[in-house]
């Protein structure tokens, strides 16, 4: 037997000693903190006595449990728990709490006792009592349900009020009580519960929709409905104040005084802060991040700032900022305050200064080359003397050395194995803000964390690649004595059939297989919104999404869906002929067009009404006839009348007019009136006296899920550009639009889809985007 296994052998019999079984030892042992927490309580109970099986499953709750900021507090809590002082679950965890919130202080034992409530001893007669005026409260629905009841909310609501009483004597008084109401258990209890029978759709469909309804199912059941109900009850962060509570964050002597101050500046309010860099515009991906920032903050009645992350003056640009701040807007958010990190620009210099005074910064001058990867040879000026570092960072600011000379760089290494990131590094270029003020910039990795403190941040919440820098962020902080946010991650939304990189957007644009950055087919904000995506079905699909760090795809039907759910509601009915045929009513006896008045919403008359005409001539869409009908078409035939939307009447071919070729031109067809005794088997819709408008119907930009992936791709994601995914066709439109539509304006165009202005429209020309089709867009309606 190895030395190895020998130690693992030793570990299970030790943790045997305690009351594990030796399945659950060798479980325990897979994690390493808790093995070494175990091992460390066990050998300090060792000088007590011998560990009871009560004693040892407060043991393991405690080694469990507890915080690596604590682990010195083991032997004090060990000690507490020999003396029976510590005898429960729930003192355990209040002893875990005062010492976390105490940290490097002297222990106050008067107050340690009080908040763990040794000595106070709750009797059976006071849980007899509680337990019999709860299950008196609820005693006609236990008397229903019986042993189907859950007893588990009452006695935790028993727990509650009688916080230090035993739990087990607790649910023994709920099984007693149960017995005397219910007495013992009959057949029916043993019963098991009525099943709820599911009607099953026999119906086959194809494939691919069926794998659209699945991926829209399934995002609607990751996280809510709305942001609001997402951030209230699935996401549950620290409270203002209690960072020291959160896994990892260090705790210091001064730790606690500096989060009293910030509780003070806060008011003990939730404060965010949304921070893009102003380099380029926002994705879908953006949407997210900006949803979770502010809507965490307006879901704890907090503030959220917009931030703009403005350290590369060479890629920043006004119309940036502009675009930024927009998009966060159309979303339904107001920044509580407008900020820039060139505001601190003085105070960083500051704190780079004290960093270097400390030891922990230096100046290198080791180029981008030499220290890129992950496994870059170690800087030969890390242990320069203090004064030559603080003497050439003066250097680098006063514009003597050249770019690329010298950086700034801290004296710690990321999670990732990345060592000594860069601080400072020299740029001759000026900044919008501060103009040639500065030629040294700070990096993110030193900037961000300190604005966070600066503007007291209480949540720093991004996406999860920044999670191997949350030990460099708290590092910084406390290596400058100041107050520490907590770092929450959370993974990225990735949407496929799209490509959300500025670089590759750009060469998508310079290619000519998109128009611009706002080309309906992108996934940017703006984008989206130009294609008639309302920002409220953004918002509603980020919250469906949730707030996990599980890294996934969606499909874009998801957010599709979210569109549609939000569109059936607000876009307003009018009729659109895509693919027009004419049809002429050879019966029409009216001298003039009649005008009919038309509800906005069909199934909700009181929300407004439009006018269309109805005249000799109308057209319909081309696929709602066929002369060979199929078995299952329900629409006009040579055999078969249709009845008209809106217009009460049902239309009969008599006539087919052609033209030289053979195409069908005109049909001639009679009306009669619509009744019980004359109902078609379908109405379809139609124009009379329309405007021509252009109507761009777009589809997929890319053929593959994962265009950026070579396996998929093997040529390239330009390779995989979809060449039809965008079609302009002339659509015959209701009249009644013309005075009605505004770019941006929604609607839906009756049986065909929704569609939004394009803000390409003119006077003259109206232009509209399809934004999705209708859910139920088949051929055979």
Known sequence: MTENMTKIEDDIQLFQLIGLSEQKAKETLKNKQVSNNLKH????????????????????????????????????????????????????????????????????????????????????????????????????????????????????????????????????????????????????????????????????????????????ASSKNIGAQTISELMKTKVHFHKPGENYKTEGYPVLPNTHKLLQEHLEITGGKVRTRFPPEPNGILHIGHAKAININFGYAAAHDGICFLRYDDTNPEKEEEKFFLGIQEMVEWLGYKPAKITHSSDNFQQLYEWAIKLIKGGFAYVCHQSSEEIRGFNPPPSPWRNRPISESLQLFQDMKDGLLEEGEATLRMKVTLEEGKQDPVAYRIKYIPHHKTGDQWCIYPTYDFTHCLCDSIEHITHSLCTKEFQSRRSSYYWLCNALDIYCPVQWEYSRLNVSYTVVSKRKIAKLIEEGFVSDWDDPRLFTLTALRRRGFPPEAINNFCAQMGVTVAQAVVDPAALEACVRDVLNVTATRHMAVLDPLKVTISNFTHGNPIKLTVPDFPNEPGKGQHDIVFDEVIYIEASDFQEKASKDFRRLTLNQAVGLKHAGVVLTVKEIERDSSGNIVNIIATQEPASENNKPKAFIHWVSNPILASIRLYERLFKHKHPEDVNEVPNGFLSDVNSSSKKEIVGYIDASLVDLAKPLDKFQFERIGFFSVDPDTTPGKLVFNRTVTLKEDSKNM
């Open 41 to 216: 309580a066990i050998r300090q109970a060792s000088h007590y006595g011998t560990i009871t099986p009560e004693i040892g499953v407060l043991l393991y709750h405690l080694a469990s449990k507890i915080k690596n900021q604590i682990f010195c507090e083991i032997p004090f809590v060990v000690k507490y728990i020999f003396e029976n002082k510590l005898d429960t679950i729930q003192r355990v965890d209040a002893a875990l709490g005062y010492l976390l919130h105490h940290v490097g202080e002297v222990h106050n034992i008067s107050n340690f006792e009080e908040e763990c409530g040794i000595g106070i001893v709750v009797t059976p007669e006071e849980i007899e009592t509680e337990v019999e005026k709860v299950i008196e409260e609820h005693k006609s629905e236990i008397l229903d349900k019986r042993y189907r009841f859950n007893i588990g909310p009452l006695m935790q609501h028993v727990r509650n009020n009688l916080k230090w009483a035993d739990g087990k004597a607790i649910k023994n008084e709920f099984d007693v009580q149960i017995l005397v109401l219910l007495g013992p258990k009959v057949d029916l209890d043993f019963a098991p519960p009525p099943k709820t029978v599911k009607q099953v759709n026999t119906k086959k469909t194809e494939k691919e929709k069926a794998e659209l309804k699945s991926v829209v």
